[in-house]
């Protein structure tokens, strides 16, 4: 995923408890005047790459930090908007990309450990600023001089003899304009601002709300015979997390974000799983504080409201208009397509386990909670796999080393050299330098693999610094997870799933760190969603390439390669499971537009039963599976950015198994395969419309067929079996 947060003008600025690592609040003795006078933020870091200096920054630098920076931008905005000088590309659209520098560095660093690593102080300075970030955005775009500039420009635009990224740059800004509200009457724009201020402070408020309710929902178990079935590992490492929130004694099995668990894989205890089971489903749907039903409520009344003001019907009319889907219509079409082959898969899927079930005299019907578990003992029966087992194969730093860093070694010629000497954040976070195929320094890379209870749930990826010729930045660019942080002495095993994952982010960050643009506005991952997890579906299929696999399969105490018989075992099992997979995905991806396609005129929503009606209505309301992410935990709508987007990864999925036989077609994981993709779109940020530079890469539009054949929806062809 690619955290995505409000942005303020010049589009590299981000807007809208565990050890606290280097990053410690100040002493409380410490006044503003003193903050401001040492204030790291206030001038661009020493470090190598401009990185933040984590060391040295307080939480008690962050609000003066934001306070200046916006002063600043405002002024030097003002001077662009006020200038007696004609408007030029040079002195309106460059100069406004220079704009904000001081408040770049605080919103880079700030937004990225509120959700990596926050504490009280920092969810208290996040809810005071939301507002006034999103106020000063308006104040920015709805500056009526300055869009009296840019439109000028963007009329004249045929005469103005502009290269083809200004060309684009200029398409951009003007459309962001049009879209923040520019050319709104000016008592429609102060509505527009009052539901700005009132939707970052919701999107804030369900941040913080499902973070502390998937914390407080973590499972607490007394008896160590309630969690058989899990490793010794997992065991040390459930102990662990409950000696870190001072529960001695006592087994604490951790959310992650999503409905179903990773421990119900092994759980052997009917009743422990459906506590597991029914404390995810629960988590902010339990009437205290943390609940966050009314606060969804309001988020989608508000932006049905917005969406309205600013001349469409919906929010997702309003969301898509701008992406390569174009219209709620297309995206929900794709979706509804799959619908009755997934659900049929995994209806096929349920069967297989209930007849397990009933072989074994179990006495019971299959429930959701049932899924994973009977899923494990179909694939040790007929596939003679044990997730178990396999993890043994998969040690982290091994496969970050011997496998994603490997690939992007053999695709692109890079490399990576570890730094000591970068402060990071909190003490698992690992800082890599990378270098291109010629030795020149290019990016930093930044990990931070392990599960926090400060710690968003999920992965992504982000930047601390964008790459752009024209401010001669290089990118520094972070990939955040959630594995489970083993106890002491204990080795980090990972499943397949979770390498898949690190794969997954490893691509978004070669999107930023192959940038190779001039404008912040357009570098890196700088693109429409339903495009931006392409590269990272994209580099996923390379975890399985065998020539990757077994550079980093191999058993964390011997060394040994995982045997051929496994992983045969792994390839024959290849597309079970995706009835599920793909069921739970559609499930979340449909209730997303849902939410999203409710005009104004529609009266505020029980959430419960708008979510169960929607799912009816779409055909996924499978009872065996429900959605990945049911709408009171559906962070990526709510609070990260994807709101009536999260059909991208389908979207995406259809371009990455498409581009993958490309490469199949043209000779496979090849150094010149990969320089081509490299050059024609990894590097190209968003200086291009996102549909014309796969077309121009590839030859064609993407066709979906790749796509069911990967997932096994239907047969595949023998010349692109894997």
């Avoid at 499971?577 to 009266?603: I, K, M, P, R």
């Amino acid at each position: 995923m690619l955290r995505l947060r409000p942005i303020a003008l010049a589009m590299s600025v981000v807007l809208a408890a565990c050890a606290q690592a280097p990053q410690k609040p100040a002493p409380s003795t410490q006044t503003a005047q003193a903050a401001k006078a040492v204030n790291p933020f206030f001038a661009a870091s020493s470090l190598p790459f401009q990185a933040p200096p984590f060391d040295k920054i307080h939480d008690a630098d962050y609000a003066p930090a934001f306070d200046e920076g916006m002063r600043q931008q405002l002024v030097e905005v003002g001077k662009i908007a006020d200038q007696a000088e004609a408007p030029n590309f040079d002195n309106t659209i460059v100069a406004l990309e220079k704009t904000g520098a001081t408040l770049t560095r605080v919103s880079k660093a700030f937004f990225a450990l509120a959700q990596a690593n926050t504490n009280d102080d920092m969810q208290k300075i996040q809810e005071i600023y939301a507002p006034k970030l999103a106020a000063h955005q308006d104040a920015i775009f709805l500056n009526a001089k300055l869009y009296a500039r840019v439109k000028k420009l963007y009329d004249e635009r045929a005469t103005l003899g502009l290269d083809a990224e200004s060309a684009r740059l200029l398409d951009r800004y003007h459309l962001t304009f049009v879209r923040a509200g520019a050319e709104l009457s000016a008592a429609d724009q102060a509505k527009l601002k009052d539901l700005n201020k009132e939707e970052s402070s919701l999107q804030t408020a369900f941040q913080q709300k499902l973070l502390a309710a998937t914390k407080a929902g973590a499972l607490v178990v007394d008896d160590k015979a309630a969690l058989a079935g899990l490793s010794d590992g997992d065991l040390a490492a459930a102990l662990e997390a409950g000696k870190s929130r001072k529960l001695d004694g006592k087994f604490v099995v951790a959310l992650q974000n999503t409905t179903q668990q990773p421990e119900q894989d092994s759980l052997s205890d009917r009743a422990t799983r459906k506590k597991l089971f029914e404390a995810s489903i629960d988590r902010a749907e339990n009437g205290d504080a943390n609940d966050t039903r009314a606060t969804i409520q309001r988020l989608a009344e508000l932006r049905a409201q917005k969406a309205r003001l600013l001349g469409y019907k919906t929010w997702a009319d309003y969301s898509l208009a701008d992406q390569m889907a174009k219209t709620p219509a297309n995206a929900i079409k794709l979706m509804t397509d799959i619908v009755p082959k997934a659900v049929a898969k995994a209806k096929s899927e349920a069967a297989g386990m209930q007849k397990l079930v009933d072989a074994q005299k179990g006495g019971f019907k299959l429930a959701p909670w049932d899924w994973q578990f009977y899923s494990e003992q179909v694939k040790k029966k007929d596939y003679a796999l044990d997730q178990n087992e396999i993890k043994q194969y998969f040690e982290l730093d091994n496969v970050l080393q011997n496998g994603v860093f490997f690939a992007a070694n053999k695709l692109y010629g890079i490399t990576f050299r570890e730094r000591h000497d970068i402060p990071v954040y909190q003490p698992d976070v690992r800082v890599f330098e990378v270098f291109d195929a010629d030795g020149t320094s290019m990016a930093l890379f930044y990990a931070d693999y392990f599960k926090r209870d400060n710690k968003a749930g999920g992965a992504w990826m982000d930047n601390f610094v964008d790459q752009s010729a024209l401010l001669g930045t290089k990118p520094m660019v972070f990939n955040v997870c959630n594995f489970t942080k083993p106890a002491p002495g204990q080795p980090a095993l990972i499943s397949h799933d979770d390498v898949t994952t690190m794969f997954h982010e490893f691509g978004h960050a070669l999107h930023g760190m192959f940038s190779k643009v001039k404008y912040p506005f357009l570098a890196g991952t700088n693109v429409p969603r339903d495009f931006v997890e392409f590269p990272s579906q994209f580099n996923e299929h390379w975890a399985d390439d065998p020539s990757v696999f077994a550079n980093y399969a191999k058993h964390y105490k011997t060394g040994a390669p995982m045997p051929a018989e496994l992983v045969a075992k792994i390839k024959r099992a290849g597309t079970y499971g995706q009835g599920f997979s793909t069921t739970e995905y559609l499930g979340a991806a449909l209730l997303d537009q849902a939410w999203h396609s409710l005009s104004a005129d529609q009266a505020a929503q029980d959430v419960d039963k708008f979510e169960a009606q929607a799912l009816k209505r779409f055909g996924v309301d499978y009872t065996l599976v429900p959605p990945r992410y049911r709408t009171s935990y559906f962070a990526h709508i709510w609070g990260g950015g994807y709101s009536a987007g999260y059909y991208a990864y389908l979207w995406t999925a259809v371009l990455r198994d498409d581009a993958y036989y490309a490469f199949m077609e043209h000779g496979g994981m090849t150094r010149e395969n990969g320089q081509r993709f490299r050059d024609m779109v990894l590097s190209r940020g968003g200086t291009q419309p996102s549909d014309e530079l796969y077309r121009a890469w590839r030859g064609r539009d993407p066709s979906v067929e790749p796509l069911l054949e990967v997932r096994g929806l239907v047969a595949a062809k023998p010349a692109h079996k894997k």
